[in-house]
T-cell receptor
Framework: NAGVTQTPKFQVLKTGQSMTLQCAQD?????MSWYRQDPGMGLRLIHY???????DQGEVPNGYNVSRSTTEDFPLRLLSAAPSQTSVYFC????????????????FGAGSRLTVL | GQNIDQPTEMTATEGAIVQINCTYQ??????LFWYQQHAGEAPTFLSY????GLEEKGRFSSFLSRSKGYSYLLLKELQMKDSASYLC?????????????FGKGTRLSVIA
């Protein structure tokens, strides 16, 4: 099993450019989420999804869009990149039942490091 | 809003015991988690508490007091490989769902 796969691992953008961070999992997890991690700020939740066709906002959703057309994929879109979006982005998933109760053991991708100039 | 507080940095000696505290004030509570994150890597799950008390797993133990909004992670017989960031996370109630919200993390340095 590949687990959670994120692409690209590194990306440099210019202000105003758009791009999509890809996230795919092969564990049949219903729950998927995106976090960003900045020095001194910890992991902050951007968007999450409890199943195909369902998405919701987290703590810091502004400037990001998501969609969930399949169980496996949960792409994160930056429509007009800004320097404040320079960060390391993590995608994480789990079974939905675990997301509601019990040990919500999130499986994380390896991360995508984005720099916006 | 959600507020989860942890110390920013801690230093401890190899072979010793260290306690990392976490306090939280969140919109609802449905479980507290500890994750370990080595530099440049993704977080990995360590422990989970939903009821008051102590959960022990080898060299690691985690404690929860829901009435005080308080948890700690206890690491015994510290090893150099335990040098990492330790992330406290709370499953909160948000828009009818229960996502995981993280604190800022505690960077632990283990010295010889």
């Amino acid at each position: 099993n590949a687990g959670v796969t994120q692409t690209p691992k590194f990306q440099v953008l210019k202000t105003g450019q758009s791009m999509t961070l890809q996230c795919a999992q092969d564990m049949n997890h219903e729950y998927m989420s995106w976090y960003r991690q900045d020095p001194g700020m910890g992991l902050r939740l951007i968007h999450y999804s409890v199943g195909a066709g369902i998405t919701d906002q987290g703590e810091v959703p502004n400037g990001y869009n998501v969609s969930r057309s399949t169980t496996e994929d949960f792409p994160l879109r930056l429509l007009s990149a800004a320097p404040s979006q320079t960060s390391v982005y993590f995608c994480a998933s789990s079974f939905r039942g675990q997301a509601i109760s019990g040990a919500n053991v999130l499986t994380f991708g390896a991360g995508s490091r984005l720099t916006v100039l | 809003g959600q507020n989860i507080d942890q110390p920013t940095e801690m230093t401890a000696t190899e072979g010793a015991i260290v306690q990392i505290n976490c306090t939280y004030q969140t919109s609802g509570f449905n479980g507290l988690f500890w994750y370990q994150q080595h530099a440049g890597e993704a977080p990995t799950f360590l422990s989970y508490n939903v009821l008051d008390g102590l959960e022990e797993k080898g060299r690691f133990s985690s404690f929860l007091s829901r009435s005080k909004g308080y948890s700690y992670l206890l690491l015994k017989e510290l090893q150099m490989k335990d040098s990492a960031s330790y992330l406290c996370a709370v499953r909160v109630l948000l828009s009818g769902n229960t996502p995981l919200v993280f604190g800022k993390g505690t960077r632990l340095s283990v010295i010889a």
